[in-house]
């Protein structure tokens, strides 16, 4: 067997020039096979045995979650076949791209993944304020539809999409009219790398593993929840049995047909590995003692990745 057939496959956000692409490329240059996907839902149901590793976007320091990642992770797959290996954090600059000559006047909609459209909502109340905002799939597949004939009745000759520098030099035809257009200088977004099962080995060079991380699911089983008269729920009993160092919370509705009825992914952070090899160990060893005590206090929880 030849040394490349033995890399395994990685389906990221295409096409090519997404920032997906990019994050991924980062952390993993040559070392997987890179198969792109048109949605993120189609990235993480396609991390399978047959293509184990998948990179999601995760939440951006200006437009905070990406909702889509946070509804699959609602997904019973998420924790037993596919869990969170590690994490890539990259630097987005958006740029205003067009098709060649087309001018700042002459757009009529603005086209791009609805974070890049929310990172990026001053400059559009400034400069287009007339716009429709169009969100797309991702902010490379806004661009390609500027380079395709008409696209459900829109004349690329009047769009703008909001996508990296790095698709012009993908893309024929296209043309950087502004660039930093996001509302804050520095603008980070965090990816997760997904595999299928714990045991799939991550090719070298691994995403920075040097401070462990986890991520857990919580809710409470639905037959505990106020089922006609919907109330807030105390959320501090679970996170105090849990007993981690919390870094994030993020609550989405839950896949149970009950109103307010929440899930909430819950980061936590170790001590750094520095400090102790073998923390790394025990750090998997503390989050399912932690995940013990939230059952024991009556809580549905799973454990999304430990890394
Ligand atoms: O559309 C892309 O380029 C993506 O990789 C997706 C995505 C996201 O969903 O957050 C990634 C980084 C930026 O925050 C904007 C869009």
Known sequence: ???????????????????????????????????????????????????PLGLVPHENSIYGAVVETCNLLRSSLAGRDIVIRGDVTLKVNHCLVVRSGVKLENIEHVLSHEQALGQCKAFIAKYLPHATLVPTDSTASAAQILVSPKHDGLDPLKCGAICSQVVTTIMDGLEVLSEGIQDEDTNFTRFYVLSWGKSTTIPPPVPDLSQPRALVRLSYPPEKHFKFAPKSQDLTPLLVALGLCITRIDRRPSTYSIPFHDVFFVEATGDELAEDAEEDISWTEKVRQGVERVKQAGGEVCVIGTW
């Not at 030849?2 to 070392?31: E, I, M, N």
């Not at 993120?40 to 149901?45: C, G, L, M, N, R």
């Open 1 to 51: 067997m030849s040394l490349a057939s033995k890399k395994p496959t990685l389906a990221f956000l295409g096409p090519r020039g997404t920032y997906s692409h990019q994050a991924a490329f980062d952390c993993f240059g040559g070392s997987v096979f890179y198969e792109e996907k048109q949605t993120i839902a189609e990235v993480f149901y396609s991390v399978t045995p047959e293509i």
